[in-house]
């Protein structure tokens, strides 16, 4: 059994940054591992993903040039590195991992484990 536990979210104005971290634990064969968000009313949607096996990423394109995202496979953990913040990009934040071909990486229905998020709330 995976578990994925988030960290990093808080409130910061727009511009500023945070970094989201995300510690997994328990065997897996999962070879992604992505990061998602939902604000209210909106459906959850794909902001980057990771191919752990060789580090490839992919993003949004909401999120292309000011999102990062890295792994630190000594700690089997995924960031997710935030800049440029705007208020549009408020919402819970999420942690999942999946065993998926890359073009589904950004696809939340592909991922089988979840973490229990992180709020992210960005003021103007």
């Known amino acids: 059994q995976v578990q994925l536990v988030e960290s990093g979210g808080g409130s910061v104005q727009a511009g500023g940054s945070l970094r989201l971290s995300c510690a997994a634990s328990?065997?897996?064969?999962?070879?992604?591992m992505g990061w998602f968000r939902q604000a209210p009313g909106k459906e959850r949607e794909g902001v980057a993903a990771?191919?752990?096996?060789?580090?490839?990423?992919y993003y949004a394109q909401s999120v292309k040039g000011r999102f990062t995202i890295s792994q630190d496979t000594a700690k089997n953990t995924v960031y997710l590195q935030m800049d440029s913040l705007k208020p549009e990009d408020t919402a819970m934040y999420y942690c999942a991992a999946g065993r998926l071909w890359g073009h589904f990486a950004l696809a939340s229905d592909r991922y089988d484990y979840w973490g229990q998020g992180t709020q992210v709330t960005v003021s103007s």
């Open positions: 990771i191919y752990t096996r060789d580090s490839t990423t």
């Open positions: 328990g065997y897996t064969s999962s070879n992604f």
